[in-house]
């Protein structure tokens, strides 16, 4: 999945006060976070993001008396990518002396409310990442801010992510495909129950590599494989596909 860049202008951003030290390369990168209270309604308030990435803007020019925002790039949980200085560009958060080193990136991440990184925001660092490898010359290296400085940044959890080693969240480059969701009835024998959602279930499972029809009738033959797979699971083995049955159907890893 491509970037999902926030630029200056449409978040709001005020015009530097002077102009950036130039950096054609650093070692890597550094994460933070915000540190403090961070809502967790912005989860499902993306201009709670905006309104955050602002003021964090205001505090570093009027509190701290820096040229610009401190970071290079934020993060927020909408996997939404704001411009701060940007790539090729000095940042300032790092402390003195450590900002040629390493690009500043933030996840919009505190140490009270919201202090969980979910996947889409260690998504969003790492489409930050990449973006400056490819266009500031970054290297390697994801380190934290408490790498060589003395401060909790980036905070427990996100460190934790940083130590081991930065993965994507599923493995893959993106996150796992949602399934079908469970249709709302338990599927059961007898009487043999007819449908859809019968035929999507057997389908998945004959995937999984079971032996069944796919004939959308739910009768004797699914309600035996079906009491065997959750046997298999460890779930009640009550031959009946009920919420949980249905998600292992997709979500269990196929042994
Ligand atoms: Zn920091
Ligand atoms: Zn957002």
Redo the contacts with the bound molecule.
Sequence with gaps: MAIDL?TRREWGARQPRGAYGRLSSTRGVKVHYTGGQVSPD??G??????ALVRSIQNHHMDGNGWLDVGYSLLV?????VFEGRGPNHLPAANGSGLNSGHYAVLG?VGSTGFTQPTDDILHGILDAVEYLRDKGGAGDEIKGHRDGYSTDCPGGPLYAWVKRGAPRPGGGTNPPEPHPSFPGRVLKYPPVMVGEDVRTWQRQMRTRGWDIDVDGLYGEASRDACRAFQREKGLSATGAVNRATWQATWEEPVT
């Design positions: 926030v912005i989860v308030d993306h201009a709670r993001c905006v927020c949980p909408h996997r939404k919009l």
